[in-house]
């Protein structure tokens, strides 16, 4: 049941069960937003409270449309802001500071960004900051967000990446650098702390408790709720009606309430250890299942490749016919000129791909990855394919399009990976290569290295043309990105030409062969700088 059913279920049938649900769904988020405000569990469980407790009273005057995610926090913020203000105003600036003080993260980056969240969540669209609080604060997957926001797991992918990088961009202009992936990390680890215990069954008993009040009061204009104060983690109830005319407090019925609030605690106290060690087995469980689910996709997939490769190869046969057919056809290339320019298109093909078994130092292993159309674009704005400027031309746009189809696998292997793992990132291929796609293989991957947690960067590689011209590549995948950085200057043309000069014409193959030959200042700074893109630095 999604959130709106289980409110109307508790809000017309009185179903306990139904707002404890809804308790257990949101308390993540409901109490980390408070706890980044008032700085103090204990303050924070207060305001948990009262946002449950306001969710309570407001459940059938909720439009038809609420995302209660978004309407929580709100209520969170303003219940916690209201707290903190009574409570500045009843203890000493110390005590403040010192609860302050207990409560600090252990991660520096996560204390420059921690005071800044709420502002730069503020300034985001209300759907992107839904996005956000889902996925981060309610550790929900992105199949879950898109149901929420009713979209695509892709469209709540991409959702969710602007709005990180929209956080990123706040926290830039406020004086804090942080990159986008390491964002992700720093939400993943700290913006949902864990929950004290049984906070979850305090409040809902608290919300009953109070729903049993209202039910009973009949003359007086208002009810009070049930609240803790931060000293006091005892649950106080009172239940205050009016007897019609009199205005007197049933005090047996608050002295009852009393003794089952009390049981209540001891109950959460015996079941404490119980539930963590419940907890990590549903985790467990939970780990193995997304394994199985894994596991039992994955013929899924292969065979759909499987349909996918068939099919191309169905066409290109309908093509080669058609081909055939007109060119039998008397005039039939001169009649259909499209058709004539596929068959040029495909003669060029064919030819680069017997050019390129001629030269297999440039092969590389992400050739296997090509598709025939990947090969048809490489050649198609070429008008000809018979000088080696337009072989190089065609087997650099090869490349380019085998490098992008790995560097879109290794995208989506990570981003599976950080579902699968509640937004951890990999940081070595061993942890990564379950969730890559069949046809990436251990030789794709050995151009291929993790500079950090999540991020897969393209070993820079040294080329230099028969021009004497030079350049060095490097992509860099990310969960929400793929880049490519290039380098290359004409101030090593001299250097070149001279190691060529000196070695019977050969090229060289690394920048350190060309330390000896640099002479001028200017060459020496680009070579420095050639060697530092190289070594990723």
Excluded at 89 to 106: C, I, V
């Amino acid at each position: 049941m999604n959130d709106l059913d289980l409110l109307r279920q508790y809000k017309q049938q009185g179903s306990e069960e139904a707002f404890a649900t809804l308790v257990d769904r949101h308390l993540k988020l409901v109490y980390a937003t408070a706890l980044r405000h008032v700085r103090s569990p204990q303050l924070a469980e207060e305001a948990a409270q009262s946002a449950f407790l306001s969710l309570a009273r407001n459940a059938g005057s909720l439009a038809p449309n609420t995302i209660l995610t978004a309407w929580l926090y709100r209520v969170t913020r303003h219940a916690a802001i209201d707290l903190m203000r009574g409570e500045t105003r009843r203890h000493s600036r110390e005590q403040t500071a010192l609860e302050l003080a207990d409560m600090k993260s252990d991660s520096v980056e996560w204390e420059h960004i921690e005071p800044l969240l709420d502002e730069a969540l503020e300034a985001l669209e209300e759907r992107d900051r839904t996005a956000v609080l889902l996925r981060y604060f309610e550790n929900k997957s992105l199949r879950e967000v898109g149901d929420t926001l009713g979209t695509s797991e892709d469209a709540a992918r991409k959702r969710v990446s602007r709005a990180v990088e929209q956080l990123r961009s706040v926290f830039s202009k406020r004086g804090v650098a942080v990159g986008a992936a390491s964002l992700v990390v720093l939400l993943s680890a700290h913006a949902a702390p864990a929950t004290p215990a049984g906070l979850s069954a305090t409040i809902t008993a608290a919300v009953a408790l109070t729903s049993g009040a209202v039910q009973h009061a009949t003359t007086l204009g208002a009810t009070k709720t049930i609240a803790m104060t931060l000293f006091q983690k005892t649950l106080i109830t009172a239940a205050i009606a009016a007897a019609m005319g009199a205005g007197i407090y049933e005090e047996h019925r608050a002295s009852r309430l009393g003794e089952q609030a009390n049981a209540l605690r001891q109950e959460q106290a015996s079941l404490a250890g119980q539930n963590k060690r419940l907890q990590q087995e549903r985790d467990d469980a939970v780990s193995r299942l997304d394994e199985i689910q894994q596991e039992a996709n994955r013929p899924r997939a292969d065979a759909a490749e499987l349909l996918k490769l068939r099919g191309e190869v169905a066409r290109l046969r309908g093509d080669s016919r058609e081909l055939a057919q007109l060119k039998a056809s008397p005039g039939g290339s001169q009649k259909d000129p499209t058709a004539a320019e596929m068959k040029s298109w495909m003669d060029r093909a064919k030819k680069l791909k017997e050019r390129l078994a001629q030269m297999p130092e440039e092969k590389i292993p992400e050739f296997q990855l090509l598709t025939d159309q990947d090969w048809l674009d490489a050649v198609r704005k070429l008008k000809q394919l018979e000088t080696d400027a337009d072989f190089r031309s065609a087997i650099g746009s090869l490349k380019a399009a085998a490098k992008s189809e790995l560097a879109a696998s290794l995208q989506d292997g990570l981003a599976k990976y950080a579902d699968a793992n509640n937004g951890q990132l990999p940081a070595d291929f061993s942890q990564l290569k379950h969730y890559l796609a069949g046809t990436v293989d251990d030789s794709m991957l050995q151009g291929y290295e993790f500079t950090q947690p999540g991020t897969v960067s393209e070993k820079a590689n040294f080329q230099v043309d028969q021009d004497g011209n030079y350049s060095s590549s490097r992509i860099q995948v990310s969960p929400s990105s793929i880049s490519s950085s290039t380098t290359s200057e004409d101030s090593l043309k001299q250097a070149i030409r001279a190691f060529a000069t000196a070695n019977g014409g050969q090229n060289p193959t690394d920048p350190v062969q060309l330390l000896p030959y640099v002479q001028t200042p200017d060459e020496k700074a680009a070579l420095q700088k050639l060697m530092q893109f190289i070594a990723g630095k």
